[in-house]
């Protein structure tokens, strides 16, 4: 490796693990010595902002020093190695997760979740969803086989607790009254419909019948399954959820 190179390497070696630095940096002319402390608190404070920006609502709840406490030990525990930084938090919930003495965060980790997954919705790939009118001049004997995807900002988060409220909240004002989350566990629905990010908390029968149809799932056993879940009229339960996804744009035609 070329001298510039490994100056290069320990200086950031220096600046992002704390690394010894000595005849990294010279004193200035006057005598006064090379500050590396100030790029090493600028680079943990950057990113500490940028995982304020991904997780706004955590941060609320959090307080200041709370999240500031957060983000230093998961930059330490997962430092930044992507280019963005707006990627930077993107195994925020599983550090979360793995913190199993501190039951607040325990918690908290299906907020985060939500908070991730409405971003990553926000930059998720174009694609054309389907329409009813599709769906109105699909032959009657395809629709037995007919299967379907997922639209790209469309996630399903497994949640154990209520948190939708808390973000309710506080999205509409940092400083509104809230409760702490009930245990609920539940399925929510995150995506993106047009430039807008949207999420619903989904029923039971819903949340498996949808979970089925991005699966990819035939539509007979679509209706075999509603048969089970829905109990009285399931074929028009299923008919009304279908559209209801379709004019959500949460489904593509499944690829052949």
Not at 94 to 102: G, K, L, N, R, S
């Amino acid at each position: 490796m070329n001298t510039l190179a490994a100056q290069q390497h320990s200086l950031a070696a220096a600046i992002v693990r704390g690394e010894p630095a000595a005849g990294l940096l010279r004193d200035a002319p006057d005598g006064r010595p090379a500050r590396l402390h100030v790029y090493q608190e600028a680079y943990g404070a950057r990113l500490s902002q940028a995982l304020q920006s991904n997780y706004p609502v955590l941060r609320l709840v959090l307080g200041d020093d709370g999240f500031r406490d957060l983000a230093r030990r998961y930059l330490h525990a997962q430092p930044s190695r992507r280019p963005s930084i707006r990627w930077f938090g993107h195994r925020l919930v599983e550090f979360m997760h793995a913190q199993v003495d501190e039951e607040l965060l325990q918690v908290l980790a299906d907020l985060a979740a939500m908070e991730w997954a409405l971003r990553s919705a926000f930059d998720a790939a174009d694609a054309e969803p389907l329409a009813v009118d599709d769906l109105m001049r699909m032959p009657a004997d395809r629709w037995p086989a007919l299967r379907f995807a997922a639209h790209p900002s469309v996630t399903l988060l497994p949640m154990t607790w209520a948190v939708e409220p808390l973000w309710r909240t506080l999205t509409a004002d940092e400083n509104g009254a809230t409760e702490a989350p009930a245990a609920r566990a539940h399925l929510l629905l995150v995506w993106r419909q047009g430039l807008e990010t949207r999420w619903r908390t989904l029923d039971e029968d819903e949340a498996r019948l949808l979970q089925a149809c991005v699966d990819g799932s035939p539509f007979a056993e679509l209706g075999a399954l509603a048969e089970r879940l829905c109990g009285a009229a399931p074929a028009a339960r299923l008919a009304g959820l279908l559209r209801l996804w379709v004019e959500a744009g949460l489904l593509l035609a499944h690829p052949a």
